[in-house]
């Protein structure tokens, strides 16, 4: 594979739900090791796009490829194998179970033994056991997790939830991570703290990130470069500084995105 390739690759995707236009031709790239943030308003289509990549809604015309390979037409199941993580709005964990139980539950498609050996005990899923305990391990030293491991879902705080969801996408070492509203409901506090653990899952784990996020000064400040939607279509891409600068995410959404009145009043909408 040239590593002119992108990692991820969206090119000219349109997706129509009955007469509406979610997405009206949509493209651009994500690069190896890159933090893309996907900004926009309300019903701008960022979750639309999100769903398209993670195969949860299939395209009407265009692609989706990552590292060249064609996405399009692939079952949802098939994205978490070839190498998508992904994280929702909604926490979406089993609230009954421990912590270390929802972390594993993100490394079933690891598994190459099969239902016999799973059931016999054999040696080769024993092995397979193993290995994903110790990442589970690794990943809930690196979240912060470890005094909440055994304990229950249900009754950890919101954003302990938020970090035990990104636990269980990155057990299953995706080559691309999207992150949908990563910060939401989170305070100022535990915001900073995300950002710095953006950068340390990217180099960690060497990968990339999609970024959907109404907290701008959390976008401007981990991306490497942010793609702005509006109606469907894409007006603007670039550095943060340019995207936060143009004309047009400026009319469609941003306002001045450094005056702190702004993002409170948006941040609460």
């Known amino acids: 594979m040239s590593s002119n390739v992108p990692l991820l690759s969206v090119a000219d995707v349109v997706k129509r739900f009955g007469g509406v236009v979610a997405l009206g031709g949509v493209s651009f790239d994500v690069a190896d090791r890159q933090i893309c943030g996907l900004i926009g308003p309300n019903g701008s289509g960022k979750t639309t796009l999100f769903n398209c990549i993670s195969g949860i809604y299939r395209i009407d015309t265009g692609d989706i490829r990552l590292l060249g390979r064609s996405l399009t037409g692939l079952p949802r199941h098939a ?68 005094t909440v491991a055994e304990l229950p879902v249900a009754g950890q705080p919101f954003g302990t939830q938020k970090r035990i969801e990104l636990a269980r996408a990155l057990i299953g070492r995706p080559k691309l991570l999207l992150l949908d509203e990563p910060a939401a409901g989170l305070n100022h506090e535990e915001v900073d703290a995300l950002g710095e653990m953006f950068q340390r899952i990217r180099e960690h784990f060497a990968l990339s990130i999609l970024l959907v ?35 047009e995410v400026i009319r469609a959404y941003l306002g001045d995105t450094v005056a702190p009145a702004h993002e409170e009043a948006h941040e609460a909408a």
Do not use: C, W, Y
């Not at 964990?93 to 033994?113: C, D, P, Q, W, Y």
């Not at 470069?225 to 143009?246: C, D, M, R, T, Y």
């Open 79 to 146: 994205m978490a194998a070839l190498g998508i993580g992904r994280t929702f709005q909604n926490v979406a964990l089993f609230r009954t179970m421990t912590v270390r139980e929802n972390v594993l539950v993100g490394a079933h498609h690891l598994g190459r033994s099969g239902f016999i050996a799973n059931a016999l005990g054999l040696p080769a899923a024993a092995a397979e056991e193993r290995r994903a305990r110790a990442a589970a391990d690794e990943l809930i030293a690196l979240l912060d997790l470890e």
């Open 213 to 247: 996020e109404h907290h701008m000064s959390l976008v401007m400040r981990v991306s490497d470069k942010v793609v702005a939607l509006e109606f469907g279509i894409k007006i603007a891409e670039g550095l943060p500084s340019e995207v936060q600068n143009h004309p």
